[in-house]
C-alpha cells in the first residue's frame, strides 16, 4: 500500500535557505515523523524536509485535515511517551487543529506543533492570500491550550525555540507547544552559516521529586490505615512505574482503583485492583473510595469528582500530583478543586518509590500491621473475584442479544486476538463501558486511556497515530470506537493507508450520537414532553452509511455490516488476518443502544 518514495539526490551538506536550520533541528531533536496538512505558509519548511533531509528523520506524514494530523501526534505520545510534529497551514489550519490541539492539553500530552504565517515582512506577502493567512500574533489563537507558543523573529533564533519547545513539551505537566515560523524567514537565503547547537548539551530536568517529609508523613498514614485506597490517574504507563505501583500496592495490601480517562497504571486483573472507573467495574471502585479511611491519589486529574462518591470528607487524603502547575485560566479542564490533607508535588513514579521505601521500615516493624495487611489483602481479593463472577453473569445472560451488546462484541474480538490479546493495545475507546472482567489491561500500554478533551472526531488521528508509534512491535493496535466519531475525521484511514499503519478500527454503529439522543431523551421527560422524539437531529440511519464501504474508498479493508453476534468471529478472525498485511482494517458492526 505504501508508496515507493524517490531517493532524494543532490542534497545540500549544510542548511542553506532558513527553513533548513529549522529541519536541520528536527532532525537533531530526533523527531521520526512530521505529519501535515501541506500549505504555502510552510512551503519553505516542506521543501527543507524534502530535499534537504530526504523526507526521513522527520518523514512526512501526510494528512487530509489538521484535525488529524495534531490527534497523530497525540496518539503517538500516548504510546510512546514522546513528541512527533505536526505542522499545519497559517491561521487556517491552525484553527482546524485547534480541537485536537486542545486534547493533547487536556490529557497532558506532549506534542510539538509548528506552523507557518507570513511573511511578516508585508512588502514581501502575494496580494491578498498571504494577507488572509498572516496574523500579527499567530499563536495567541492557541496559547491557552498550549504550554507554550513562540515566534521566533530571525532564522538564528529558530534553534534555542525548537530547543525550548521540546524540552517544554516533555517536562511534566507535559502539553503541546507551537512554533509559528514566519514564511520570510524560512525563504530567507542564509548570508552566512547559522550556528546549530548541540541538543545533547541541553537535558531535559529530572521528574519532579516528592518533599521526604510529606513522603514520610504519606507512608505513616498508609500503614495506619484499615481502609487505604490508592486512585491511580495519568502515572505516565513505564514498564518501570507499573512495577513500582504494583510492589506499593502488594507491600502496604492497597485497594486499587484505575481510571479509565487515563492509561493502563495497574494490571486490571491483580486481586487488589477493585474497580476502573467509569466502566463496567466502577461499582467496585466507588466502594472502595466510599469505604476508603485514607487515600493515596496518584495524577488522578479528577480527584474531586471522585472523592463526591463519598458524600462526605471523612478520608485522609495524599494527592501526589502535578495539576496545580497546569491551572490556566481559560478552560477549566482543571477541575474542581481537591481537598486533601498532604498535597505532594511530584512525578508518579519517584512518589511511588519514595512512599514504598519510607513505609518499609514501619510494616517490617510491626506484626499486627503485616497481620492486618495480609487480612485485607485476602479479603479485597475475595471482593473482586466475587465482582467478577457477578458482572460475567451478567455479561453472560445478554450476550445473545440482538442488536449486539458491547460486552459480546468485547468478548468475541479478544477470543479472536487468542494469545496476542495480552499485548493489544487497545488506543481508543471512548464511548465503551469496557467490560475488565472480560478483558483485563496487564501490561503496561495495553490500554491508552481518553483523547483528553472528550471531542468527537479525535478518535481515528489518535489510534493510527499510536499505531505509528507501535509499528514493528507486533503489537495489534485497536481502535473501538462510535460511528460518530469515525465520521468526523475518517480520512485518518487514508493516511494509514498510504502510510502502511495497521491499524484496526471496530466501529460500533448504533446509526446515531447516540449519547445526545439519551440527552434528548432526559430534557424532554424532565420537560414533559414527547421523548419519542429524541432521534431527530441524532439519528443517521436514513440513509444508512456503508462504513465497509467508506474504509475500502480511502484505501484500508472493509469489512462489515456485522448484524448478529455469530457473525462477529468470523468477521474478526478475518480482520486480523487483513491486519497482520500491514495495514488499516475497519469493521462495521452494528450495535443496539
Ligand atoms: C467536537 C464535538 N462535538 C460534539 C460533541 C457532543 N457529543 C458527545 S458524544 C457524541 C455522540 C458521538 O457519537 P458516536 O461516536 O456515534 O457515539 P455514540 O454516542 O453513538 O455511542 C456527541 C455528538 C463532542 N463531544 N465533541
Ligand atoms: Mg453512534
Redesign the pocket.
Known amino acids: 500500500m505504501t508508496r515507493d518514495v524517490p531517493k532524494i539526490s543532490g542534497r545540500p551538506a549544510a542548511p542553506e535557505w532558513g527553513s533548513d536550520v529549522a529541519a536541520e533541528m528536527l532532525r537533531r531533536l530526533d523527531i521520526p515523523y512530521i505529519a501535515v496538512e501541506p500549505g504555502a505558509s510552510f512551503r519553505g519548511l516542506h521543501d527543507s524536509i524534502v530535499n534537504y533531509l530526504g523526507n526521513e528523520g522527520p518523514e512526512l506524514i501526510i494528512c487530509n485535515h489538521e484535525e488529524v494530523a495534531v490527534a497523530i501526534a497525540h496518539g503517538y505520545a500516548k504510546y510512546s511517551g514522546r513528541a512527533m510534529a505536526a505542522a499545519v497551514h497559517s491561521t487556517v489550519g491552525l484553527m482546524h487543529a485547534t ?1 485536537t490541539i486542545f486534547c493533547a492539553w487536556c490529557d497532558r500530552a506532549p506534542v510539538l506543533i509548528l506552523g507557518g504565517t507570513g511573511p511578516m515582512d508585508s512588502t514581501a506577502r502575494r496580494p491578498w492570500i498571504d494577507w488572509i493567512h498572516t496574523a500579527s500574533q499567530q499563536g495567541e489563537l492557541v496559547r491557552d491550550f498550549t504550554k507554550w507558543e513562540h515566534q521566533p523573529a530571525s532564522v538564528a533564533a529558530i534553534p534555542e525555540a525548537l530547543l525550548r519547545a521540546w524540552q517544554v513539551a516533555h517536562v511534566e505537566p507535559r502539553g503541546p507547544v507551537y512554533v509559528c515560523l514566519d514564511a520570510g524567514l524560512q525563504e530567507q537565503r542564509l548570508a552566512a552559516p547559522i550556528a546549530l547547537p548541540d541538543v545533547a548539551a541541553y537535558p531535559h530536568p529530572t521528574p519532579p521529586a516528592p518533599d521526604g517529609d510529606a513522603v514520610a508523613q504519606a507512608a505513616a498514614l498508609l500503614v495506619a490505615a484499615e481502609h487505604p485506597v490508592l486512585l491511580l490517574g495519568h502515572t505516565g504507563g513505564t514498564a518501570t512505574g507499573w512495577a513500582a505501583t504494583i510492589a506499593l500496592a502488594e507491600q502496604l495490601g492497597l485497594a486499587v482503583v484505575t481510571d479509565r480517562s487515563s492509561q493502563a497504571a495497574f494490571p486490571t486483573d491483580h486481586p487488589l485492583h477493585q474497580g476502573m472507573w467509569r466502566t463496567q467495574t466502577a461499582d467496585g471502585a466507588a466502594e472502595a473510595i466510599r469505604e476508603a479511611d485514607v487515600i493515596l491519589a496518584v495524577q488522578r486529574t479528577d480527584l474531586a469528582g471522585a472523592l463526591r462518591e463519598r458524600g462526605d470528607p471523612a478520608a485522609r487524603v495524599i494527592n501526589v500530583t502535578l495539576e496545580p502547575y497546569a491551572v490556566r485560566s481559560w478552560s477549566a479542564d482543571h477541575q474542581e478543586l481537591p481537598p486533601a490533607e498532604l498535597t505532594i508535588a511530584s512525578s508518579a513514579e519517584p512518589a511511588i518509590r519514595a512512599i514504598a521505601a519510607a513505609a518499609t521500615d514501619a510494616v517490617r516493624a510491626d506484626a499486627g500491621v503485616r497481620r492486618r495487611i495480609e487480612e485485607r489483602t485476602a479479603s479485597l481479593g475475595a471482593r473482586s473475584r466475587e465482582r467478577r463472577a457477578g458482572l460475567d453473569a451478567a455479561n453472560a445472560a445478554v450476550a445473545d442479544e440482538r442488536p449486539i451488546r458491547s460486552t459480546r462484541l468485547i468478548a468475541e474480538l479478544k477470543a479472536a486476538l487468542g494469545d496476542r490479546a495480552r499485548d493489544a493495545v487497545i488506543a481508543q475507546a471512548s ?1 465503551t463501558p469496557w467490560p475488565t472482567a472480560t478483558w483485563d489491561f496487564r501490561v503496561p500500554g495495553s490500554y491508552l486511556g481518553h483523547d483528553g478533551g ?4 479525535s478518535g481515528p488521528g489518535i489510534a493510527v497515530g499510536a499505531a505509528l508509534a507501535a509499528r514493528g512491535s507486533g503489537r495489534p493496535v485497536i481502535a473501538i ?6 465520521l ?1 475525521a475518517p480520512t485518518a484511514l487514508w493516511t494509514a493507508a498510504h502510510h502502511g499503519i495497521p491499524v484496526l478500527f471496530v466501529i ?1 454503529n ?1 446509526q ?5 439522543e439519551v440527552h434528548q431523551d432526559r430534557v424532554a421527560k424532565a420537560r414533559g414532553r414527547n421523548a419519542a422524539n429524541r432521534w431527530i437531529g441524532q439519528r443517521m440511519d436514513r440513509p444508512a452509511i456503508d462504513y465497509a464501504g467508506l474504509a475500502r474508498d480511502l484505501g484500508a479493508v472493509g469489512i462489515g455490516p456485522v448484524i448478529t453476534p455469530e457473525q462477529l468471529r468470523p468477521a474478526f478472525d478475518e480482520a486480523l488476518r487483513a491486519l497482520d498485511e500491514g495495514g488499516p482494517v475497519l469493521v462495521d458492526v452494528r450495535v443496539g443502544d
Open positions: 480541537v464511548h472528550a471531542a468527537v472526531g470506537i462510535g460511528d460518530g466519531e469515525l468526523a460500533e448504533n446515531s450520537y447516540h449519547n445526545d
